[in-house]
């Protein structure tokens, strides 16, 4: 009997920048970059992890996740709020990128995040408002077309800074934008990518 194989499936096609990452990237990709998110505790994690990425690569980010949920509460904000006194704890953490500056300022992000919470305003909605609840939808082609920033995330920077946030510059903004879905950047071949009308 004629053993017959069945045919391959085509494989996925990714962003540029995650098609020959390891599997913790292209699942980060595939479930995560790009999809709107409306969960207080994600977002604030999500902007914590673009804190502490700048100056380092995302891999570095993503290997330390679990163990940045670990000594950050799960990134929810009403305890990290309250973690100043265990800041030299975290600092000997060696699981964890141990950088003052960025910690200290995820600690005063935490008590924002929490006192918009506290308003009556979810943090979800204090965010999504300043693009009108949409997620924007880019074309890019190659991975070279994406910016860095660009002037709605100067504008939210400008926003957050102004609210108290610390460390959210129009960079560290953009990038947490892409992350959380405010932005969908994937490459218009990526099978993620939200295709023109």
Not at 9 to 24: T, V
Not at 79 to 108: E, G, S
Not at 136 to 141: D, T, V
Request: hydrophobic share 45%; glycine share 4%.
């Amino acid at each position: 009997m004629e053993n017959k194989l069945r045919p391959q499936a085509a494989p996925i096609k990714r962003c540029s920048w995650a098609e020959s990452a390891d599997q913790l990237m292209q699942a980060y990709h595939d479930y995560e970059w790009g999809t709107p998110c409306h969960n207080d505790q994600h977002l604030f994690e999500l902007l914590s992890l673009e804190i502490m990425q700048a100056g380092l690569s995302w891999q570095t980010i993503l290997n330390k996740r679990a163990a940045f949920r670990q000594a950050l509460a799960n990134f929810d904000f009403y305890q990290v709020q309250a973690m100043a006194p265990k800041l030299p704890q975290l600092l000997a953490n060696p699981k964890i990128v141990r950088n003052q500056a960025k910690l200290t300022a995820i600690i005063n992000n935490a008590k924002i995040a929490a006192q918009i919470n506290k308003s009556g305003e979810t943090f979800n909605n204090y965010l999504w408002q300043m693009i009108d609840y949409q997620p924007i939808i880019h074309h890019y082609q190659t991975a070279a077309e994406v910016p860095a920033t660009d002037q709605t995330a100067i504008k939210i920077s400008q926003t957050l800074k102004k609210a108290g946030f610390k460390f959210t510059g129009p960079v560290v903004v953009y990038s947490f934008m892409q992350a959380a879905g405010l932005v969908n950047d994937h490459q218009a071949d990526c099978f993620l990518a939200i295709k023109k009308a």
